[in-house]
């Protein structure tokens, strides 16, 4: 008996569209869970506007109740994995991805006011002139007040309180 002849006529699997190999039917259900795992993270608004049924959002509701790091979201999280095999994937996928591009634009600008604080309080008059150029309807007087107060504190290692008020002040100019 020779190896092929464990294969019946018609078994061909090379020629077969619809058969998917073990590894990656295994692969896919991972990535689902992966994706189903995210949803009890997302803030409530968030959760609102991603496409799912009913008992899929039941069932994220559920998760984002339990305490993290127990047996209970375990489980939790592989139901979510189960209930995602029924769910338009690519649709909860690209809520999920814009969701996302948003928090790491947010995450930019955050990142580029902390580094106008810095340069504000390290640096001299160029470097507010900089800032200006870029908000020409700051309160200069104000701005150069917080920007001395930090300086001081930094000089005499004081807690950081007017820097953190130069970064709210900032930031609010900003917008954000």
Partial sequence: MSQNDDFLPGDDHEFDEEWVS???????????????????????????????SDILRAAVEEARRLPPRCEAIRRQLQYIGRLMRSEDADAIQTAVDRFEAGKQAHLQVFHKLERWRDRLILGDNTDLEAYLTEDSDADIQYLRQLIRNAKKEASLEKPPASAKKLFKYLRDRAGV
């Fill in 22 to 52: 073990k590894t990656r039917r295994k692969r896919e259900m991972e990535e689902l869970q992966a994706l189903g795992a995210q949803l009890p993270e997302l803030n409530k608004d968030q959760l609102a506007k991603v496409p799912m």
